[in-house]
């Protein structure tokens, strides 16, 4: 797929770390402009904007905080400044892990589950969709905690639910006008978000609940993003794609 996304405008929210911020330079590497937006972590932002450049494709920065009602609106706006009347591929990767058990969960981290993770990702379409067209598309990232009981954290998981239930309505929605959603759902990947795995217990956890034997990597996911992304997945939408290692077969 060398270049296969040149001339495409590309917004990854969360890319400053972890899978957002592969999914950005695997988007950049296929040449599209990429808009990196970051929460609190801007050195690490102007590295993976610098990393696109020096691949020779289109991207700045943009901050936003997704926790707020109008973090979406901002970024939404900033991304209009710079790439104008079009966008073509939005990921709405940003989330939080807050993985509270029942007994512990606190009000607060349950809003803050559901505004990062499920608010801000649909308001995020909603001021987005105006520059969409005709080919254009947008990937969410869930978790495979939405689906099976991998840990005692029942909000996060929830939160990753209710952004599942949205690719299918939007999906319907968006399909006459011939634009795609998607999701994929990430197994375990090691990123800062999944510290348990640097664990010796977290480790074998992990390993003991997927068929392959090994953590999955940023990478894993971003190549799937990548596909989704591209013509090559013109007909796939309204769909969940895991992308787990085999996990809980
Ligand atoms: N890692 C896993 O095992 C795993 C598994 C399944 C699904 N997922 C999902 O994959 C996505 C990425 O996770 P990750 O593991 O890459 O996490 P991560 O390494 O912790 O990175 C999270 C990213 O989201 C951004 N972010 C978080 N809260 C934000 C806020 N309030 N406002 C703006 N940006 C915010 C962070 O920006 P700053 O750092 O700049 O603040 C960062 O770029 C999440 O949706 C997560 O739920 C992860």
């Known amino acids: 797929m060398a270049r296969s996304l040149l001339g495409k405008t590309v917004v990854v929210t969360g890319a400053s770390r972890g899978i ?13 402009q990429v808009l990196v937006h970051y929460g609190r972590h801007a050195r690490e932002a102007d590295q993976v904007v610098a990393e696109i450049r020096s691949m020779g494709s289109r991207s700045e920065k943009i901050n936003a905080d997704l926790a707020q009602p109008d973090g979406p609106h901002k970024l939404a706006k900033r991304a209009k400044e710079i790439i104008g009347g079009r966008l073509d591929i939005l990921v709405a990767n940003a ?13 607060e981290e349950f809003d803050k589950l559901f505004a990062v993770n499920v608010r801000a ?12 067209c005709t ?7 869930s978790s495979l905690a939405a689906r099976a009981t991998i840990g005692d954290f029942a909000a996060y998981a929830a939160s990753k639910g209710a952004l599942e239930t949205t690719v299918k309505y939007l999906a319907r929605a968006f399909g006459p006008h011939g634009i795609r959603v998607n999701a994929v759902a990430p197994g375990v ?19 003991a609940m997927q068929t392959f ?8 996911v971003a190549r799937v993003v990548a596909f989704l992304a ?6 796939i939408t309204g769909e969940v794609v895991p992308v787990d290692g085999g996990s809980q077969l």
């Open 95 to 107: 989330g939080v892990f807050l993985p509270s058990s029942i007994d512990d969960l606190a009000v």
């Open 213 to 220: 034997k090994r953590i999955g990597s940023p990478e894993d």
């Open 230 to 235: 591209s013509n090559q997945a013109r007909w």
């Open 135 to 141: 080919g254009s598309n947008v990937i969410f990232v």
């Open 121 to 132: 990702p649909l308001f995020l379409v909603q001021q987005l969709r105006p520059i969409m």
């Open 20 to 32: 957002g911020k592969a999914i950005a330079l695997a988007l950049g590497k296929e040449g599209a």
């Open 189 to 207: 990947i090691e990123t800062d978000a999944a510290a348990f795995v640097k664990t010796g217990e977290g480790r074998e956890h992990t390993l």
